[in-house]
C-alpha cells in the first residue's frame, strides 16, 4: 500500500494557525497517528475560517481564559485543562481508531461516556510534527473544528 505524500511541511504550530481547511485536512490525513501522548499537553485553537491574524488572537484569547490543553493519563484517560486555573475538566477515554475523515489510524478521544457536558464531541489527533498534534473535533459525526496539542517547551504558538 503506498503512503500518500505530504504536500504541505509543518515546522511549528505558526504553520498550522495559518493554514486554510483544506491545507489542515491534507496535513491530517499524511500524518501518522504518532504515540499517545503522556502527562500535560499545551493546546492552541485553530480557526481557519478567521484570517490568519483574527485567528492567532483568537486562539491566544481563547487559550488564556477558556482553554489550556489536555492532560494525558496513563490510564487510557484524559482530562481538558481549562481556565488560567489550569482546573481539569470534561473527561473522555483515549484509544487509537480509525479517522471519520479518511478511515485510516488516528487517536481517538471519545467524550459519549465520560462527560454529559461533551456526549456528542469526538477529538481525532495525529502528530503533524515532532511534539506536535493536530487535532480535528467531531460534533455528533460533524466536522466542527481544529486544535493543536504540543509538549510543553516542545514548540511555539
Not at 486562539?59 to 486555573?85: E, I
Request: contains cysteine; aromatic residues 8%.
Amino acid at each position: 500500500m503506498a503512503t500518500a505524500r505530504r504536500t504541505t511541511v509543518v515546522l511549528d504550530e505558526i504553520e498550522l494557525l495559518k493554514a486554510e481547511e483544506e491545507e489542515l485536512e491534507e496535513i491530517f490525513r499524511t500524518s501518522p497517528p504518532g504515540e499517545i501522548p503522556k502527562g500535560p499537553m499545551e493546546g492552541t485553537a485553530v480557526l481557519p475560517w478567521a484570517g490568519s491574524v483574527g485567528a492567532r488572537l483568537l486562539a491566544v484569547f481563547v487559550g488564556l481564559n477558556l482553554w489550556r490543553g489536555k492532560l494525558f493519563s496513563p490510564d487510557g484517560h484524559l482530562s481538558n485543562r481549562l481556565t488560567p486555573l489550569d482546573l481539569l475538566a470534561v473527561v473522555g477515554t483515549v484509544t487509537v481508531g480509525p479517522s471519520q475523515l479518511d478511515g485510516q489510524d488516528c487517536i481517538v478521544v471519545d467524550y459519549s461516556r465520560t462527560s454529559l457536558l461533551a456526549q456528542g464531541v469526538r477529538d481525532e489527533i495525529r502528530q503533524a510534527a515532532p511534539d506536535l498534534y493536530l487535532g480535528l473535533v467531531w460534533l455528533f459525526g460533524h466536522k466542527v473544528g481544529w486544535f493543536t496539542l504540543r509538549v510543553p517547551g516542545g514548540g511555539n504558538a
